[in-house]
């Protein structure tokens, strides 16, 4: 009897393209990374800039340019890279969870409209995304905001955290566990703000750019767009961010906090050091948001781009 013989075709396996979410979190966490070694130092000239004249004392740092020099002087070049072990992890959580969430939406949405969200979409994903985000990365943010303060302090007033699982052990058995979600409503909406401004007003520059002509769709338009998007968001979002780093940074004293809460801060700030100082600190803040947009973006692109070139798959689009 002859052996059967199958005719069959065999069955053309379509190339994997997609990259899988998980592997979503791990790029965006890592590119959060990347940026934040290159950024730290103004995020703590920043931190600094925001507690200088708390409470209507005198002004430790009139200018950027002032407390980037006393910083140096009394602490050195490596002083500006304190608290970059809290810089790092929170990138780790926070920017992990923002751009993965980011992702994940993005693509379920379009999946089930057969198209993209429109601008206003597309700013609700950014707010969900940045307030889960900010919530779960919120004991990272107040190590860093104390971190990166300490050096201001007196000697005999400073915390002296060895690192950022120091400083996080430190609080939660000296002050208790909840302390690490102190600010944490703030956190919160700062990120939702962020979030919220960083896409519309990059969409919005992007295209704006892209009709004139001048440019093309590439890493110069991204550039620029990126900058006018942090200009927008920074503008936008100082004020929640001073409110978070001013309840975050402050101490308890006599069983009082310094602050009754977001409200208290705003009202405090306004009255004792005026109102643009809802602002201080705009130029590092600025010059730290717009490299920081940047760089997150230009490294979580070529990140993808490796990835799906070691696994064999299409390279075509973009990581988001």
Not at 37 to 54: A, I, W, Y
Not at 118 to 146: D, H, V, W
Not at 149 to 177: C, T
């Amino acid at each position: 009897m002859a052996a059967a013989t199958s005719d069959t075709a065999p069955v053309a396996v379509k190339p994997v393209t997609a990259v899988p979410t998980g592997m979503k979190f791990v790029l965006g966490g890592t590119a959060g990374c990347s940026s934040a070694m290159f950024t730290q130092p103004l995020d703590l000239v920043k931190n600094r800039m925001q507690m200088s004249g708390e409470g209507g004392g005198a002004k430790s740092h009139k200018t950027s340019g002032h407390a980037i020099r006393a910083i140096f002087a009394s602490e050195g070049i490596f002083g500006f890279y304190n608290g970059l072990s809290a810089g790092l992890l929170r990138q780790a959580t926070y920017t992990t969870a923002r751009l993965g969430l980011y992702t994940v939406m993005f693509e379920q949405y379009s999946r089930r409209e057969g198209k993209p969200p429109n601008f206003g979409i597309k700013c609700i994903l950014g707010m969900t995304a940045g307030g889960l985000a900010a919530f779960f990365g919120t004991p990272t943010e107040i190590s860093l905001i104390r971190m990166t303060s300490d050096g201001r302090l007196p000697i005999d007033q400073r915390r002296n955290y060895k690192h950022v699982f120091d400083a996080i052990y430190r609080m939660a058995k000296e002050e208790g566990v909840l302390t690490l979600w102190r600010g944490c409503g703030p956190t919160v909406v700062r990120a939702m703000v962020v979030n919220a401004a960083q896409l519309a007003s990059y969409s919005q520059a992007k295209q704006l750019l892209l009709s004139t002509r001048y440019f093309g769709d590439d890493i110069t338009c991204h550039f620029a767009a990126s900058m006018i998007s942090g200009l927008v968001t920074t503008t936008a979002s100082m004020p929640v961010d001073i409110t978070k780093t001013r309840i975050q940074n402050m101490k308890i004293i006599d069983g009082v906090p310094e602050y009754r809460g977001a409200t208290d801060v705003l009202m405090k700030v306004i009255r004792n050091e005026g109102f643009f100082s809802l602002w201080k600190g705009f130029t590092p803040y600025y010059a730290r948001l717009g490299p920081h947009t940047v760089l997150t973006f230009i490294f979580l692109e070529q990140l993808t781009k490796a990835y799906k070139k070691f696994n064999g798959m299409d390279t075509a689009g973009s990581a988001l």
